[in-house]
Nanobody
Framework: QVQLVESGGGLVQAGGSLRLSCAAS????????MGWFRQAPGKEREFVAR????????YYVDSVKGRFTISRDNAKNTVYLQMNSLKPEDTAVYYC????????????WGQGTQVTVSS
């Protein structure tokens, strides 16, 4: 069982930056692939980025490539999402998620943190 707690959301102007953090409970954090998702009002939840167990592989949705960076610190049981050059369309609730294998769905989800980008 993994518990995930996101933090770092807030209100920022377009062009600004935020760094989201997701702290995981337990001693097996490094055995999980970690992902970030977001859900805007009236829209379905969408994938944003993911990072493999040791951090040597990352993947992003096209809309955030070059602006967002996912990273992890396995010693701190934490995954991060650095968001730069934010746009109003990035406004959403951001969720982190965890899974053990690359072919499976995500098993564990955090409660989400709100990111609002004003124009």
């Amino acid at each position: 069982q993994v518990q995930l707690v996101e933090s770092g959301g807030g209100l920022v102007q377009a062009g600004g930056s935020l760094r989201l953090s997701c702290a995981a409970s337990g001693r097996t954090f490094s055995s999980y692939i970690m992902g970030w998702f977001r859900q805007a009002p009236g829209k379905e939840r969408e994938f944003v980025a993911r990072i493999w167990w040791s951090g040597d592989s990352t993947y992003y949705v096209d809309s955030v490539k070059g602006r967002f960076t996912i990273s992890r610190d396995n010693a701190k049981n934490t995954v991060y999402l650095q968001m730069n050059s934010l746009k109003p369309e990035d406004t959403a609730v951001y969720y982190c998620a965890a899974k053990r294998t690359s072919g499976a769905g995500y098993d564990y989800w955090g409660q989400g943190t709100q990111v609002t980008v004003s124009s």
